[in-house]
Structures are given as structure tokens and as C-alpha cells.
């Protein structure tokens, strides 16, 4: 351990002062100085399942923790190692002794699960799981960030991309959990309208997928969702045709049906408005047919824009667009059942956004979480009223519309 980890002096010094003390120690403190560093908090619970002893014999040590120049207590959870202090620590246990790294991991991840209700406990046992068993990690990376972005807590997806960087950043992941580490990091861009560095962070993860299908599906149809933002259809509708070939060989249905309509969003970008109506129904078809109520619900909404050009314009945000054949009548093209989806149940439902910083580009950091709460998920009816007799009258339209930052329906997925 002779090795500085960064250029400054400062950090050397660090380093160099704490492996002195630490050859002071008597062995046994000394383990348990290396022990308390991997996880980000600990109380003398935590320190003994970490060190595998019983809490009795933790005790002593917890105590002398506690008498460190480098320990701080946390508030309500017990003492954390300084960050600085952490950070070297844990540099040179991953190069020299890496197994018991793992073995520290594994035994705190075990730790933090046994408490799930706290989403803090939760997060911290994932964060060990993806150096103590990749696999098992890149698994609740792929779950839970499903579950937090399907249900639009945003905050925690962050705060689990948070905790996967801190391994990727330092080298300690690879593979699958580096992939799905990645992926959520990608989602979370296109949520802050940071599309190269989606980019970015998508074709890592793909090149990381290790022969995880799911994992390259995800990922195909995310830079998907990249290229329509950005206004590259054809790029665009590459991904979703890649994409979709992989959902089916591995019988996704879900995801099938996310191609199918992100490939109409692409054919209404394009005015191909035909082919639009044809994928947002095959899409509803198989949402229906595997209850997925929010992808019902957004085929439905689609469904609901002017998609055909008989009957003339409507007057809508940003110009003038064919009206729909059934607008004619003046009423709504989102049926009632599309318009209930919406309101009830999980999809009307408040949202915490991560604060959106100033910084763009692959290499910034993920923006912070102090922002408070947004608006609340909605839907509208499009009605554009018949025109009056001579056809005078301008149409008018409530549209779709949804809280600030909210990915439309082709939006990142899961």
C-alpha cells in the first residue's frame, strides 16, 4: 500500500497517516477499522455481523471506534468513517485484499437486507451486493430500478445510480452490474433531457451486457428513445426494430409491446399516420392482453391524437395538424376507460424529481435530490368541437398533458 490514489498532496498525506495509525492498532482493531469502512454507516450491530462475531464481542470495538479521529457519528443510524478516509481505505482493501472486501460485502449487504422497510437499508444492501455477488446485484439494480421508475419515485432510482457509480467510478464493477448500473444512469438522463449523455452512459452499458438479453434489449430501446428525441428518426426506428427482435426471441411481451408503440411514435413523427394508428393498436393488443394499465392507457391516449388527415386541421401547440375523422363529432377520441386509467389507481399519483443541476455531458455527475414535489400526472381529453356552419371557427384542444419533466409515452422504460 505505497501507492497514492489521486494527485493531491493532501490525500497522500491522508493516506500515508492512516496506515501508520492502523499498524499501531492491535490487530483485532485494526480488522475492525478496515471491517467499518466498507459499509457507508454502522452501529455496533452492523459492526459485528460485518466482522462476523457475536454483538457482545463487537462492543469493545464499537466503543474504540468511536474514539477515532477519522469515525463521526451519523445521525440516527450509529458512525460512519470519514469520506475522504473511507474512500483510501476501501482503494487499498480492494487491491490487496479484495477477497475480504467481498466477504465484508456479503456479510453487510445481509446485514441491511434484514431491514427493508427502511428504503435507506435497502439501498445500502444493494450497493454491497454489487461487489459481493455481481449477479445478485445487477438483479435488484434491474428490479428495484424498475419498480422506482415505473412508479415514478425518482429519487430513489437516483440514489441507487448513486450508489452503483461510487463501485463503477472506483473500478470495482463489471459485466452485468456494471451494465445495469449504467442503463439506470442512462434512464435518469433522458429523464433531464441529457440526451448525449444517455448516449453515453447506454452504450456502456450495452458493451457491459455480458450476454444479458434483457440487458441489450433495455438498452437498444432506450438509445431508441434517444434518437426520437433528438429528432432522428431513422436511427430511431433502427433501435426499435433491434430491439423488438430481441423481445421476442426472449418472450418479452412487455417489452414487445414498448417497441411496437415507440415504433408509432416514430410513423406520427413522421406523418405516417396509417402506419401510427396500426402499431398503437397492435401495441394496446398486447398490454390488454398482459394487464399492463399504463401502457393501456398511453395506446389509448395516442390513439386519442389527430392521426389521420380527412376532416381538415386542428389548431394544436405548435401549428396546424390533420384532424381526425372522428373529431368531426366533437367528441372525445380518449374513451372513458383511457381516461380512468389515468386517474385511478398508482399512475395519478404525486412525484418527487432529482434536482436538475447546471452541468451536461457523459463525465458531469447525476444531478442531486433536493428538489422538492411536482405537479401531479394528468390526462385531458383532445376535443376539437366541429366547426361552426361555413366552416368558421378556429378548433380548439385540451390536450394530453403531464407534470414538468415526465417522459412522454415512449419514455425510458423499465
Known sequence: MNRP????????LLAEATREFLKRLPPSLAEAVWAAAVPHWFDGEILARTLGIPEEDAAARYARLQE????????????????????????????????????????AAEAFESRPDDPDFLLESIYHWLVADPDRGADRVWNWGAEWN?????????????????????GRLEGRARGWVLFRKGQLHILYNEYRAAKTALEGALESAGGDRQLEAHCIKALGDVHLRLGEYGAARGRYEEALGIYREIGDRLGEANCIKALGDVHLRLGEYGAARGRYEEALGIYREISDRLGEANCIQALGEPLAPPGGLCRRSGGLHPRHPGLASGRSLLPESGRHLYRNGRFRRGRRRPGAGGHSGPGAPLPGTAAGPTGLLYAGLFLCPAPRAGGAGPAVALRHRRAPGRPGPSGPGR
Open 150 to 170: 415505473n412508479t415514478f419515485q425518482y429519487a430513489r432510482l437516483h440514489a441507487l445510480v448513486q450508489a452503483g457509480l461510487e463501485h463503477e467510478e472506483a
Open 68 to 107: 477515532m479521529p477519522f469515525v463521526q457519528p451519523v445521525a440516527g443510524r450509529g458512525h460512519a468513517v470519514h469520506e475522504l478516509t473511507r474512500r483510501l481505505l476501501l482503494d487499498d482493501l480492494w487491491r490487496d485484499r479484495r477477497e475480504a472486501f467481498r466477504v465484508w460485502s456479503r456479510r
Open 5 to 12: 490514489q489521486n494527485g493531491s498532496e493532501r490525500d497522500r
